[in-house]
Structures are given as structure tokens and as C-alpha cells.
């Protein structure tokens, strides 16, 4: 009997010590959306809509803008189908989490997709378009947390196949 109950604690301090990776996903995700949702309500709420705040003169501000198409505003109008779109990659990254590589890189480019996916979807619901606020003056575009996740996230998965092919 002592040798299983040696057995039963060695085996519950390695449970704990080693974190799993639903939780750092589920973190990862959470801190995305919660980081994006903070900044769009200080953008919506402290920026007049089209003011912005200048970081970096002619290059790089803080502005509140309505992107009611995808990224670099494009397909502007179509709304439902930009959520129907969320609700298909939302429900297929969850439901596919147990087949999704457990590499750090890999589970961290499905959480930044999924929290930015999530946050742009929170934004088309409740208020019928996305709110951006950093403005790359340079480039002639706007963007958010969400979407620099959703980008990141998204390279990196493509990174993961393409090294795996290899």
C-alpha cells in the first residue's frame, strides 16, 4: 500500500507542475480578446470617430475608425457573412483542439487566431462593424489588436505546414 501511495503523489506533482495546453491556449485567447476589447472601448469612447492622436507624425497614429469590410477594409457591407465566416473558424479551432500539434508555436498560432477571431466578432455583432485604431498613415490602413493576431496566428500555422512538408 505505501509503494501506491508514493506512486498517486509522484504522479499528482508532475500534474501540477506541468501546465496543459488548453490552458495556455485558453489564456492566450482570453488575453487577446480581453487586450483588443480595452483598447477599442478606449479608442470608441475617448477618440472622436476619424480623430486621431499622433505617435508618430505622418507614419503611425492612435485613431478611432468603423471598418464595416475584413482586413484593409475590403468587402465592406458584408457583415453577416464576415460572422457566419467567425462562427465556422470559432467552432472549428474548438471542436479540433485535441488535433490541433502540440508545439508551442503551433498552439499559439491557433489562440492568437482564435482571440482575434473572437474579439472582431464581438465588435460585428454588437455594433454591426469593427473598430480599429492603430493607423499606419504610411501604408494607408487601419488595424486592431484582433487583427494583428488573426495575421500572426495565421502565418504561423502556414509556417507549421510548410516546415512540416518539408
Do not use: C
Not at 20 to 32: A, C, D, E, H, N
Not at 121 to 136: A, H, K, P, S
Amino acid at each position: 500500500m505505501k509503494g501506491a501511495g508514493k506512486k498517486k503523489s509522484s504522479s499528482k506533482k508532475t500534474q501540477s507542475k506541468s501546465i496543459k495546453p488548453i490552458v495556455i491556449f485558453s489564456v492566450i485567447t482570453f488575453l487577446i480578446v480581453i487586450l483588443d476589447q480595452i483598447i477599442k472601448y478606449l479608442a470608441s469612447n475617448k477618440v472622436p470617430l476619424g480623430e486621431s492622436i499622433p505617435f508618430a507624425e505622418g507614419i503611425f497614429h492612435f485613431t478611432h475608425v468603423q471598418n464595416f469590410g475584413a482586413g484593409f477594409s475590403i468587402l465592406q457591407g458584408h457583415t453577416w457573412l464576415f460572422i457566419l465566416v467567425a462562427l465556422f473558424f470559432i467552432v472549428m479551432i474548438i471542436a479540433n483542439f485535441n488535433k490541433i500539434p502540440k508545439d508551442m508555436h503551433t498552439q499559439l498560432g491557433f489562440s492568437l487566431l482564435l482571440g482575434g477571431t473572437i474579439s472582431n466578432l464581438i465588435d460585428r455583432v454588437v455594433f454591426g462593424y469593427v473598430i480599429d485604431y492603430f493607423e499606419f498613415i504610411i501604408f494607408n490602413f487601419s488595424n486592431n489588436i484582433a487583427d494583428i493576431a488573426i495575421t500572426l496566428g495565421a502565418l504561423m500555422i502556414i509556417a507549421y505546414f510548410i516546415i512540416k512538408k518539408n
